[in-house]
């Protein structure tokens, strides 16, 4: 899954990323009960 790019495959960036890269595996985890990993890639 790619979050910050549009329906054009153009990276359109993220506000809050640090905020992100925690939130999302953490509700992953409370809602599926599965840990996913998750990577930052910056262009």
């Known amino acids: ?7 054009d495959h153009e990276v359109i960036g993220l506000e809050n ?3 992100l ?11 599926m009960g599965i840990v ?3 990577n930052l ?3």
């Not at 899954?1 to 329906?7: A, E, I, R």
């Not at 890269?21 to 809602?31: A, F, G, L, S, Y």
């Open 1 to 7: 899954m790619y979050f910050g790019v549009n329906d």
């Open 17 to 19: 990323v640090d905020r």
């Open 21 to 31: 890269m925690e939130d999302i595996p953490n509700k992953i985890v409370t809602t």
């Open 36 to 38: 996913v990993d998750v």
């Open 41 to 43: 890639y910056e262009v």
